[in-house]
């Protein structure tokens, strides 16, 4: 017990210092590019904190575990919004730059297509292939349209890339602090006699979005939201475009009736209270927060 105690104060710094460091690579990259800080938390950091999500799914999917493997990526879009960004919102407002309604409004759209696919109870290789295009697609239009590394001058672009290498890294070491916290949490629960269905709800599938909590949270604190939302707006769309497209190619994906009828009409109706809220005000309030947190409570509520 003491060991475990012991990796998890070492997970929980790693998680700290990593998400610390990596919000400050992902402000110094934006300034570099000369670009929203949103849309280098869209791209980047996304990729960065999604990883968790990606390896999670992929191994359940060829292990013959699809359910983990979509119920993993529905899981963690629900609780990026209504947890993260409502715990964040609820420590300060958050206001952001005019793109993040576009690009909530993309993850809304793309969720309602992964939710056609799953009509008939299965998503195929060929419909994840399509999810997959999709995100490279999505890629390709924001790098034309906002990012030109080669107008950088010289050494900046230097300079910029070695942020980029950090933003990386720091995000390594936040996954794998994150690791540690949940492998360790799990240990103790069990150890203290916690049901297996009350640390799966709770410690496994938080666990997986706990990089993006650690880093919205850390980019709250700093005063950079746009870091914030646009890290949470991003792993969504990775988890809806990339997590379940990577699995579904691996082991096409029979479809649990409940994330069909229930999880992902809840993801949507969150995911467009986001958007409206975005697009009207361009941000999160208290009283959103609020919305959100209560939602996320009644899903909790909901699985026991």
Known sequence: MIQ????????LILLIKGSDEFVEAGSRVAKGFGVSEFLIALILASIATTLPEVT???IAAFEGNSGIALGNAVGSALANIALILGISAMIMPLE????AWRNSLFMFLVTVYAWFLMRDGVISRLEGFTLILIYLGFLYYLYRKHI???DIEGGRSRSVRRDIVILFLSGAVVVIGARMVVTS???IARSLGISEVVIGL???SIGTSLPELANSLAATLK????ISVGNIVGANIL???MVIGIASMIRPITVDAGIFSFTMPLTLFVMGILTLSLRMTNKISRAISAVLLTIYAYFLYSQF
């Open 4 to 11: 475990e105690f012991i990796v998890f104060i070492v997970g």
């Open 56 to 58: 999670v799914s992929a």
């Open 96 to 99: 952001v730059d005019e793109i």
């Open 148 to 150: 030109a590394i080669e």
């Open 185 to 187: 949490a799990v240990t």
């Open 202 to 204: 709770t410690l496994v």
């Open 223 to 226: 005063k950079i939201p746009n």
């Open 239 to 241: 988890d809806i475009l």
